[in-house]
């Protein structure tokens, strides 16, 4: 930790004037590149192979840190390897389930024996369909609360621990939606909706859980995105025609992940369970 307040009050000469930690010599606060650098960082990215996950890993390997990719789409994943193998990045695929948690704590396993330690956790796996009310199944519900929902309380939960055994603290993002605070986006997603309005609170609750650990956790909602993810989107004709009538702005994936980025560096060391939206406007109705 540093203090800019310090910097400046050496900078402009005030530091006789007796009060506590001003007389330290010269002005030390690391650059803007210092504190955007992630040398020496290990990350785990789930979700990583496609889409927004895909791009966040991208991010974090440019500032030097070193990627773990957890995802199912083990074709995908090799495919990303490739690419970033061939940009010099340090990265590595570990196939896991998120909602299968004997998977997700092998997964953190993996990464702790491979690079030593987890630094960052970035909850980016998640999936969504559009359905009506009355379309809605048992299956389809616990489908995706099991994947937007238990697999990022269970990542959290392996990566906690693995963080508080490094004794080094961490930061943590997760991936919600603004779907989840809105009621723009019914009544196609109830089951979506639910599901990342829960990664909010969670996000929220958890901060104040692991504070004391040295681990911030924060979280990041997307608007519509340009993803492979979007481009399949599962759906009834009835629920596509709805769809199709609101026009909310659409993101390249990119935007969204340099934000994540952020909060994934020490840029963000004063922010605890934030939400920050990043949806081109969409959640003020800011329409193109
Ligand atoms: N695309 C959008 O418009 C949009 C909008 C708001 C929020 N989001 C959220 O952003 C995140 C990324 O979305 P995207 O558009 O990049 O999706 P995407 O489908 O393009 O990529 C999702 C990735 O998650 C992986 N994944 C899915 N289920 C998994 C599981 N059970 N275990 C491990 N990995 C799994 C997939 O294999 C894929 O690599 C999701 O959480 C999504 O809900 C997306």
Redesign the pocket.
Known sequence: MYSFHEGYQRALGIDETGVPGMSRGTNNDPSMSEILNLTGKVAIV?????????CVVNRLCEAGARVVI????DE??ERALGYFGDKGYVVRFVK????DVAQVKAAVDFTVKEFGAVDILVT?????AHALLSEITEETFYEMI???LK?TLFFIQAVADAMERQETGGRIVT?????GLSADQAPIMFE?VAS?SAVVALTKSLAKGLKHKGIRINCV??????????M?THGTEAAKELRESTRSP?AD?DD?ARVIFMLSTPISDFMYGATLSVDGGAFLGIEE
């Open positions: 789930t979700g990583g192979a496609m889409g927004l996950g895909f957890a995802d199912v789409a995908y994943a896991a389930d998120v909602t980016d796996a998640g999936v969504w099991d994947i937007n697999g991936v919600a939606s603004v779907a979506y990342k909602l997307p608007g519509g995105m340009l993803t492979p993810g979007a399949t659409l994936p969204v």
